[in-house]
């Protein structure tokens, strides 16, 4: 009696696993792909006022108020905080301080954009905006700054 053929299970286990991790990767990753790009295009959605353009940074301004200890260089900016420019247009070096005349008070945190122009949708009332420009993009944001 001749030998029986031999069989390809082998091959065939490798398509099941094959097929199995794109099933689990696919979805995976849509959902990462959804929610980088939700991230980075927050709040498009919102209805488009006219706006007369904002200046892209604060100018320097004199402040009555003692300087913080040490600003740190990354120091976090939320919205209600007040800041004051200790550096130029070109320049700006935002410091917080407490809220008061001839400061600005942060009424957006737009993360990981460059785009100041967003500003101009997502907060209409915004008279400046800040732009942190992160080597990486992750870490970028944009203030929307309206003066008191």
């Keep these: ?20 991790v794109l099933l689990v990767l696919c979805p995976c990753l ?11 295009d927050a ?8 706006s007369t353009s904002a ?3 604060p100018p320097a301004l004199p402040s009555d108020a003692p300087p913080s200890a040490v600003p740190t260089l990354d120091e976090e900016f939320a ?7 200790d550096g130029s247009e070109d320049d700006a070096q935002l410091r917080k301080v407490p809220c008061g ?8 945190r737009i993360p990981a954009t ?18 942190h420009d992160n080597s ?4 970028d944001y944009v203030l929307c700054l309206k003066k008191r």
Aim: charged share 15%; proline share 9%; net charge neutral.
């Design 1 to 20: 009696m001749p030998p029986a053929a031999p069989t390809k299970s082998g091959r065939n286990v490798a398509l099941i696993i094959a097929a199995v």
């Design 30 to 40: 849509g959902l990462a792909g959804w929610a980088i790009w939700k991230v980075a």
């Design 43 to 50: 709040g498009s959605d919102v209805a488009r006022t006219p």
């Design 55 to 57: 200046p892209v940074v």
């Design 79 to 85: 919205r209600g905080d007040c800041v004051v420019n």
């Design 101 to 108: 005349p001839n400061t600005y008070q942060v009424l957006l």
């Design 114 to 131: 460059t785009d100041g122009d967003r500003c101009e949708t997502l907060a209409p009332q915004a008279t400046a905006n800040y732009v």
């Design 136 to 139: 990486v993009d992750l870490f």
